[in-house]
């Protein structure tokens, strides 16, 4: 499978939020305004000017220290991704693949409805597009694709102190990701990787995807937006498969 792919390794994440500052400093997305919410995740979501945020998940137990999940939550780039079938009927042109980095690229400039959007954004299996109101296009990460395909790593990926992520071309980081699962398996059982045969971005996990979000993974797209998006895969997996 050609193209590139992410590792998110959250065994080795601590939450610092360098990937979702680098993100904001090299797209020059401004800072959004929040208020304590009873949780140390900030912002509170995903937004038009946060395509990535660490995701903060606790959980407690009598007697036991609180313990921490971490999750750098971010477009998945899918390697059929649904939105684009439903955009492709709904939006001609507002998401586009990169032919060489095989990056889902959102076109800001193509305009839509607060309500094509929304079918668009049912699609998405990990609910990640987000509205622009004031250019009333949709915006989420771009894989750096500028960054890329200069010969760069994204931003998030240079910024990590940790070596949670990882990326480069796709062969090479699935195979690092099964060696890394390998590893860990060998002393923590519920170690597991989501989807790695699905997206491009792919994350390695400790404990059931739903302790970190309840988007960690794929949800089934429902209604008439899942719908849509069926009868048009078909014939859209011709046109994908020659740049999956």
């Known amino acids: ?14 939450g610092c939020r360098a990937c979702q500052t680098a993100c904001k400093q090299w797209n020059q997305n401004p800072t959004t305004p929040t208020s304590q919410q009873g949780t140390y995740q900030n912002p509170p979501d ?9 995701r903060f998940s606790e959980e407690t137990m009598p007697g036991k220290d609180p313990k921490w999940f971490f999750f750098p939550d971010q477009c998945r780039h899918c390697v059929y991704p649904l939105c684009k079938v439903v955009a492709d009927r709904r939006a001609p042109g507002s998401i586009v693949i990169d032919q ?23 699609s998405c299996p990990f609910d ?6 004031k250019t009333a296009g949709m915006s989420k ?7 890329v395909r200069e010969g760069m790593q994204p931003a998030c990926v ?7 992520m990882s990326f480069g071309r796709r062969e090479e980081i699935v195979k690092k990701a099964v060696g890394r699962l390998s590893e860990l398996r060998r002393t923590d059982r519920k170690a597991a990787l989501i989807l790695p045969e699905s997206v491009r971005v792919i ?4 404990d059931h995807p ?16 899942r719908m849509a998006a069926l009868k048009g895969l078909a014939g859209a997996l011709v046109g994908y498969l020659g740049i999956s």
């Not at 995903?46 to 660490?54: C, E, I, P, R, S």
């Not at 959102?106 to 954004?121: A, L, N, W």
């Not at 739903?210 to 429902?222: I, M, R, W």
């Open 128 to 133: 990640i597009p987000r509205y622009d109101e």
């Open 100 to 122: 060489r980095t095989r990056a889902v690229i959102f076109d800001p400039e193509v305009r839509m409805t607060p309500q094509t959007f929304q079918e668009i954004r049912e």
């Open 141 to 147: 990460c771009t894989m750096c694709n500028d960054r």
């Open 1 to 14: 499978m050609s193209g590139y792919s992410f590792l998110i390794d959250t065994s080795r994440c601590t």
């Open 210 to 225: 739903e302790k970190y979000h309840e988007f960690a993974s794929a949800k089934q797209p429902t209604g008439m937006t």
């Open 203 to 206: 994350f390695l996990v400790m």
């Open 46 to 54: 995903l937004n038009a000017g946060t395509f990535k945020l660490v």
């Open 158 to 164: 240079q910024s990590c102190p940790t070596g949670t």
